[in-house]
Every structure is written in C-alpha cells, then in structure tokens.
C-alpha cells in the first residue's frame, strides 16, 4: 500500500487532455511539493515535474503540474502515443522523514 | 549536466550483503544543494525510497524504517561517489536499486537475493 494515492490506470486518444491524480496527507504533499515521473517500460524514472510545477529543460509544455491541499494533479494535453508510460508522484514525508511516491498510472493512449 | 553511474553485483545469497556504488559527474556529492538516494522497485513494494546522504556543512544521512538497522549510505568524496551497503538480505530485497539525487536518476541495477 503506497502511501501516496493514484488511481492505476488512465487513458486517452492522441490529442486529448488526460488528467492524473495524488492524493496524501499533510504530512508529506500538505507540507511539501510534489515531483512527477515517467517511467517508460525497462527504463528508469525521469522526472516530469519538479516543485509542484516546474518543467525541467527538454520536457515539452504539454506536460503540467498542480497542487492544492494535500492533493497534486499532473496534466496531459495533447496527447501522443509516445507518452504511453507509467507516471509517478512523489513528496517528501516530515513524519516518516522520507520520500514517499504514489503506486503508479499506467496510461493508455488508445 | 549530471550522470550517475551505477556498478555492483546482480546477484548476492541470502544472510550476505548487497553493495552498490553510484558513480556522479556533472556534480559533487559535497555539494550543498544536492542529495543523494537509494531507491527500489520491484512489483510487491513499488518504488521505495531506501535511504540518502548530504552535505550541509558536515554529512547527515536519512534512512527508511523499513531497512533501517541493515542500511548505510556512505559519500566517497576521494572519488565523487556514494555507496549502498544493506546487510542480511532475503529473497524480499531482490528488486531494481536506483541511484538519484531525485532529478536525476541512474539507469538501475537489477539484484536477485538467491542461493
């Protein structure tokens, strides 16, 4: 059981705004920003979003970031075949002193 | 930019312990903004952060409650790396280890806890 949540899959068709949820506590999102992944398959995690919603150099603009409370959202727009991935969330967690991540959405482009 | 080079063994025995070395470049493990961490995946846990180091005028280490007790993560400044030594592994441990300063990531090293 991770201890931040996302709901396991997702899907769109190319072109189309998909929308991924997290969901934590305030302990770790409340009180810390969030970092999103892309973990394509057999390859490592690369980071998508950093500070809630910050797109590191080389990540295109269709890929954003949000938060509010204890909860962070990463958006799609525009969707390509390519972005067919798993997608993480991760904060850092003042009360277990770690970082934590989220289970994983493994999106679909259909 | 930063890379991180990732070296040891695929494959240790139960009781023994798993050492990996993360390699960096484009950055020092003394730096005073970074941190550098373990991570694991396998398909029972997911992604589980193990431990890190850093350096804020002298070194401090976190480490995770789950392996905490088995787990060391020590910088090697001689040589601009960092270390992971987890003692008295099981089957349980046999995942894919991951070096990170949380942007970015080492490309992995798959370790099997195997007789």
């Known amino acids: 059981q991770s201890v931040l949540t996302q709901p396991p899959s997702a899907s769109g068709t190319p072109g189309q705004r998909v929308t991924i949820s997290c969901s934590g506590s305030?302990?770790?999102?409340?009180?810390?920003?969030v970092n999103w992944y892309q973990q394509l398959p057999g390859t490592a995690p690369k980071v998508l979003i950093y500070n809630n919603n910050q797109r590191p150099s080389g990540v295109p603009d269709r890929f954003s970031g949000s938060k509010s409370g204890t909860s962070a959202s990463l958006a799609i727009s525009g969707l390509q075949s390519e972005d067919e991935a798993d997608y993480y969330c991760a904060a850092w967690d003042a009360s277990l002193n770690g970082w934590v991540f989220g289970g994983g959405t493994r999106l679909t482009v259909l | 930019q930063v890379q991180l080079q990732q070296s040891g063994p695929g494959l240790v025995k139960p009781s023994q312990t798993l050492s990996l070395t993360c390699a960096i470049s484009?950055?020092?493990?003394?730096?005073?903004?970074?941190?550098w961490n373990w991570i694991r995946q396998s398909p029972s846990r997911g992604l589980e952060w193990l431990g890190r180091?850093?350096?804020?005028?002298?070194?401090?280490?976190d480490y995770a409650v789950s392996v905490k007790g088995r787990i060391t993560v020590n910088p090697d400044t001689s040589k601009n790396q960092f270390s992971l030594q987890l003692n008295s592994v099981t089957p349980e441990d046999t995942a894919v280890y991951y070096c990170?300063?949380?942007?970015?990531w080492g490309r992995g090293t798959t370790v099997t806890v195997s007789s």
């Open positions: 305030r302990s770790n999102i409340g009180g810390n920003t």
């Open positions: 990170t300063n949380m942007d970015v």
């Open positions: 484009g950055d020092s493990v003394s730096s005073n903004s970074a941190t």
């Open positions: 180091t850093y350096y804020r005028s002298k070194w401090f280490n």
